[in-house]
């Protein structure tokens, strides 16, 4: 086999859902492959919407795949529903855990319309607002106590669903005003939840609420890569999780930076961005008071160099349509100077990017994947590298036409597999469909 022919995975109306984006994939450690999705209900836009994450799972390579499973579901219906949105998955291959992260919303909010703040008050509980601004903090066990720690009549269940003397009083994730009892609401931010799996991919966890330990109080959105993460392999830091996020300030502008867990997923910390002391046009740049046009560096994804050192490929809106870079010595708490891959021609998206197993012959391999078109979001390119990205000598084309985002994955026998979005016809407001293919390391070094 040198490439498979492409099969739809997700494509528009299957297993009930209007369409699917924003693909996440991972090979596991027993050799399933892991292909995450946005099951986006009942359109395709992006939040405010209802949005679902979903998975589908194969044990065999690709050739056939489990039926949808979705992870996580908010309340609320339409473009009124709440989200989990924007995927990344990874596994720690020193417990089997493996990990997704997303962004969530309540039903009314996203990227633009996300409110400064964490959500949670000092203690790590989740922050509550009822009528006249009152706040309240949700306690572990369900429990309502107001802003001097009294208890309230209020409780709330695990679905968000809130009580009051045993009176149903509406959902904290619903949009404001579409409940006719409404009562409590969290906060109209974003917030940053991981889950996990410890049986491949079978069963997963309720959300884990990120917020308290990687969101600082002016950041307004905050998502994942989205993709995949990476768990380091080489140098001081080995073992360390690490995921790709983006956040915006209270102006709106965007920095992509990472999250990072030295304990396999106990505790979670945030690294610098790149555009903290970054120099762009002889001005020196901070993601907190960002305000610059042209600096917002959003979605990015890693590969970890033989080094110990960590590259990152970022989404960028310099206007140079290629894809930007940094490097980090010290395993993604600070980076250094943001540069361009002149190779890497792109139409402003997001892109996937991961290193391939060494094959023992002094070569370092490493596989990207975007729309290859400096303008539009089409010619979907997967190109090789064999000197750790310096140069990049192999390319092949996988789709011709609609190409957007997509996740690279090398499975357990060798073979590299992409999971992309295609088939888009914006004229035509038709949905999108995402394929699978496969394909060799000699397929793509062929003539």
Not at 68 to 73: G, N, W, Y
């Amino acid at each position: 086999m040198d490439k498979s022919e492409a099969i739809e995975l997700y494509y528009p109306g299957y297993a009930r859902s209007a369409t699917y984006r924003i693909p996440s994939m991972i090979t596991t450690t027993k050799g399933t492959v892991i292909a995450g999705i946005d099951a986006r209900i009942s359109d395709m836009r992006d939040n405010p919407n209802k949005i679902n994450t979903a998975i589908r799972r194969s044990a065999d390579h690709g050739q056939t795949w489990s039926e949808v499973q979705h992870l996580v579901s908010y309340p609320g219906e339409g473009l009124d529903g709440a989200a989990a949105i924007d995927t990344a998955l990874l596994q720690d291959e020193e417990t089997n855990t493996i990990w997704m992260l997303f962004s969530h919303t309540p039903g009314g909010i996203g990227l633009w319309s996300s409110e400064e703040g964490v959500g949670f008050d000092a203690q790590g509980n989740k922050l509550l607002y009822g009528g006249s601004s009152n706040e309240y903090s949700l306690l572990p066990d369900g429990q309502v106590t107001d802003r001097e720690g009294r208890s309230t009549p209020y409780t709330v269940d695990e679905a968000g669903n809130v009580a009051y003397l045993g009176t149903s009083k509406g959902n904290i994730y619903l949009k404001k005003g579409v409940h006719p009892e409404e009562s409590l609401l969290e906060a109209r931010t974003s917030f940053l939840q991981i889950i996990r799996s410890d049986d491949d991919g079978l069963t997963w966890s309720q959300p884990f609420d990120l917020n308290p330990s990687v969101k600082e109080h002016w950041m307004r959105f905050i998502g994942a890569g989205p993709g995949r993460g990476i768990q380091l392999k080489h140098g001081v830091h080995r073992g360390r999780l690490v995921f790709p996020i983006y956040f915006s300030n209270r102006s709106g502008k965007m920095s992509c930076a990472v999250i990072y867990s030295d304990d396999h997923g106990a505790t979670w910390r945030r690294g610098a961005s790149p555009n903290d002391g970054r120099q762009f046009n002889g001005e020196t740049l901070d993601a907190k008071s960002l305000q610059t046009d042209g600096t917002d560096l959003t979605e990015s994804q890693l590969i970890e160099l033989p080094s110990g050192e960590l590259r990152v490929y970022m989404r960028n809106h310099a206007g140079r349509q290629r894809t930007a870079v940094a490097l980090s010595t010290d395993g993604g708490q600070n980076w250094c100077e943001t540069d361009y891959d002149n190779e890497l021609i792109d139409p402003v998206c997001q892109s996937s990017v991961i290193a391939y197993p060494d094959l023992g012959d002094g070569k370092t391999r490493i596989l990207f994947a975007n729309p290859a078109d400096p303008k539009q979001r089409l010619n979907g390119t997967v190109r090789l590298s064999e000197d750790g990205g310096r140069t990049w000598s192999y390319s092949k084309q996988i789709e011709a036409g609609s190409f957007l985002y997509c996740c690279l994955t090398v499975l357990s026998n060798g073979e590299i597999a992409l999971l992309y979005e295609c088939d888009y016809n914006a004229s035509e407001n038709k949905p999108l469909t995402i394929k699978f293919t496969k394909f060799t390391l000699d397929w793509l070094m062929s003539d």
